[in-house]
């Protein structure tokens, strides 16, 4: 008789488990699919914001031809550079007009007593200081 009511009481111990575990589940599971459409509408919202954030600043998202590398080197001189040197009497061949020979100059050819440098930092023309 003991081991009956036992059995009935355990069964029935057993019954109520099974339910709260059944209801256990079934708040996790929901708990679950909450926090996965939680993370998709976060998602929607991030994907919108850098949409947004493309469309303000489309230079800066733009993307970067990469083509090859040249083989050659192009030095191009600095048009300061050329006109330096067309005025210069040192060049002969960029000072002269077409119609002119090339040994004819627009300035004088004339020997000076000191020697005229371009200063590159300054970009100005100066002469050096005698220092004896």
């Known amino acids: 008789m003991l081991a009956a009511l036992w059995t009935l009481s355990n069964n029935a111990d057993k019954v109520r ?21 939680l993370q998709q ?3 929607e919202e991030e994907e ?10 489309k230079s ?9 590398v040249p083989s050659t080197l192009s030095i191009l001189p600095a048009i300061y550079t050329i006109r330096k040197l067309k005025g210069s ?3 002969p061949t960029l000072s002269g007009t077409p119609n002119q020979d090339p040994g004819h100059h627009t ?14 930092i300054n970009r100005t023309l100066k002469k ?3 220092i004896l």
């Open 60 to 68: 800066k998202y733009t993307s970067i031809h990469r083509g090859k």
């Open 107 to 120: 300035r004088s050819t004339r020997p000076t007593a000191s020697p005229t440098v371009f200063h590159p």
């Open 41 to 43: 509408a976060l998602q």
């Open 89 to 91: 009497p040192l060049s």
């Open 17 to 37: 488990w099974a339910a709260r575990m059944e209801c256990k589940d079934e708040i996790h599971q929901r708990e679950e699919e909450e926090n996965i459409q």
């Open 48 to 57: 919108a914001a850098r949409l947004e954030e493309q469309k303000k600043n």
């Open 128 to 130: 050096p200081k005698n």
